[in-house]
C-alpha cells in the first residue's frame, strides 16, 4: 500500500512539476505518509516519509534524477519533511493506541469537500447518577 501510493503520487507529479512547485510535492507526500499511519502503523508511515523524501529528491530538487541537493532551500525543505513526518507518525499511533486502550477507534475518513479527517470514536461511559445537593446549597 504504501509503495504504490508514492508511486502514484510520483507519477502524478511528475506529470505536474512545471505547474506544482516542491512546497506542494512535500505537501502531497505528506498527506499520504498521514493516511498510511492509521491504516498500517508506525513503520509503515516511517517507510512512506523515507520513501517520499528520497522521491522527492530525485524527481523533483535540481539536479534532477541525482541524489544530490543543490539548493540549500531544497535541503531545509526536505529534512523538515522527515522530521514532520515522523513528529505526525508518532503522535498519530500514540493516539491510535491510547484510542484502542480504552475501547475506541482512531480512523481515517475523507472530509467533506476532499481531504482527509481523522475521526475518533470512544465507547460513552454510563451514566451515573449524581447525589442530591445539601438543602442549603441553591
Keep these: 500500500m504504501t509503495a504504490l501510493g508514492l508511486t502514484a503520487i510520483t507519477a502524478v507529479l511528475h506529470a505536474l512539476r512545471d505547474t506544482l512547485g516542491l512546497p506542494s510535492q512535500i505537501l502531497l507526500f505528506q498527506m499520504w505518509m498521514i493516511a498510511v ?3 498500517g ?3 509503515p508511515a516511517l517507510a512512506a516519509a523515507v520513501g517520499g523524501v528520497l522521491l522527492l529528491n530525485y524527481f ?3 539536479p534532477y ?3 544530490l541537493v543543490s539548493e540549500p532551500g531544497a535541503l531545509l525543505a526536505l529534512v523538515v519533511f522527515v522530521v514532520v513526518a515522523a513528529a505526525v507518525s508518532a503522535i498519530v499511533e500514540l493516539s491510535r493506541g491510547l484510542a484502542e486502550a480504552m475501547g475506541g477507534t482512531l480512523v481515517p475518513e475523507e472530509a ?3 481531504g482527509l479527517t481523522m475521526v475518533l470514536t470512544l465507547p460513552a461511559s454510563p451514566v451515573t447518577q449524581l447525589p442530591p445537593l445539601p438543602p442549603d446549597a441553591t
Excluded: D, K, M, N
Aim: hydrophobic share 25%.
Design 41 to 43: 502503523g508506525l513503520w
Design 65 to 67: 534524477r541525482s541524489p
Design 37 to 39: 499511519t492509521p491504516a
Design 112 to 114: 467533506p469537500g476532499g
Design 60 to 62: 523533483f530538487t535540481p
